[in-house]
């Protein structure tokens, strides 16, 4: 395999972190040519020491460390169009991991997308760019990099559905009754994967298979009536796909970001593990019925992509803001679907004209979700 220059953007966070112990072990395929992170200075530094960058980027205040070269979201879009590499990955959190996205693609880089904001807010203007650049879109997700891999083998017709695997999060042994009541601590209890904090959040709400559910159509082409989510709480399988003949093809690995990640920076080249393998003897594949009055904010999801236009960037818009909102403690848990699901009986455009356009009713959606949740208060 050809050395790969790569920028890492949220270098800090729980994707740059896997990305990091990747990199460790794989040291003669890959040069770190920029990085960034949001408030992290130290690791930030840390990380840039270990790998020998020279593009520092700390976008979310003044640094106090020298040898950082770029600071603020304007100096992010600079470091990434100022630095010469072969790969993004983006590893920022929520909405604001769009606008590096477009700055990557829009200077023909390939981008390894763990941000699925990027998708799921720009939908066919973001393939679009990708398309004009002669640019690649590898998405990390370990569902949708699965569903990538092994729809590599198939002509798109050929696909009756896709099925999108959850563990149920943290609450998936809770009684509907009983999430009325439940702390932020405790959703924060991810019984699987290590994550950020908002990500931990969606997984106990089912909202991050409602964005997965929207990013599988945009990235697949799959229609969304052909995209399915089961409960299966080990995480060993990934994703599934149907073909029109009956046979269900799977993707089985241990539950590690690890993984995907690798196969993102060595795509279209495939490099050996160095992290543990699954060993299937004792292995149990236990899988469950999606419980939709438990989890109501799948609907929504549904609803917003039955609905096109701007409602998938408004069902992210008002869950990034809902969640916080939950984090602070300042609505309860049952309160980010129902707030959700308020967003979407509202009027939003149905077409979506320009990226400016996107970031416009990104904050009039905000706006409104806030007001709403002043009323709940």
């Not at 100096?75 to 990434?80: A, D, Q, S, T």
């Not at 072969?86 to 920022?92: E, T």
């Not at 896709?162 to 959703?187: D, H, K, M, P």
């Not at 236009?309 to 300042?330: Q, R």
Request: charge should be negative; glycine fraction near 6%; hydrophobic fraction near 45%.
């Amino acid at each position: 395999m050809k050395r790969k220059k790569l920028i890492i953007l949220g270098c800090t966070g729980s994707i740059g972190r896997n990305t990091a112990t990747v990199l460790k072990a794989n040291k003669e395929f890959f040069e770190v040519a920029g990085i960034s992170a949001h408030t992290d200075e130290s690791s930030l530094m840390k990380f840039s020491e270990t790998f020998g960058v020279k593009n520092i980027c700390l976008s979310g205040r003044t640094p106090s460390y020298p040898g950082i070269n770029y600071t603020g979201e304007d100096g992010l879009i600079e470091m990434i169009r100022e630095t010469e590499a072969d790969l993004v990955l983006n590893g920022i959190a929520g909405s604001a991991g769009l606008a590096s996205s477009i700055a990557c693609l829009e200077a023909g880089m390939d981008l390894a997308c763990a941000n699925k904001e990027t998708i799921v807010m720009a939908g066919e203007l973001i393939l679009e760019l990708a398309n004009a650049n002669n640019a690649k879109i590898i998405p990390v997700d370990s569902e949708h990099s699965a569903i990538w891999q092994l729809m590599r083998g198939f002509n798109k017709d050929y696909i009756a559905e896709l099925i999108l695997t959850a563990s149920g999060g943290a609450f998936r042994n809770r009684s509907i009754q009983s999430l009325e009541n439940v702390t932020v601590n405790a959703a924060l209890a991810h019984p699987t994967w290590e994550m950020g904090p908002k990500i931990t959040i969606d997984s106990a709400t089912m909202a991050n298979k409602g964005l997965e559910i929207i990013e599988a159509h945009f990235l697949f082409g799959i229609p969304a009536e052909k995209i399915k989510i089961v409960i299966h709480p080990k995480s060993y399988v990934h994703s599934f796909i149907r073909t029109i003949d009956g046979y269900l093809y799977s993707q089985i690995s241990l539950p590690d970001m690890s993984i995907p990640i690798q196969n993102a920076l060595s795509w279209p080249d495939i490099i050996p593990a160095n992290f543990a393998a699954l060993d299937l003897p004792g292995v149990a594949l236990e899988f469950q019925k999606l419980d939709k009055l438990k989890y109501p904010i799948v609907k929504s999801a549904y609803s917003a992509l039955e609905q096109k236009g701007a409602y998938p960037l408004a069902f992210n818009a008002a869950n990034e803001v809902a969640v916080a909102s939950f984090i602070e403690e300042s609505i309860g848990f049952t309160d980010i679907a129902a707030l959700v699901e308020d967003v979407m009986q509202m009027n939003w455009p149905g077409t979506i004209e320009s990226f400016e356009h996107i970031f416009t009713i990104d904050s009039e959606v905000r706006a409104k979700t806030i007001k709403m949740i002043e009323k709940i208060r």
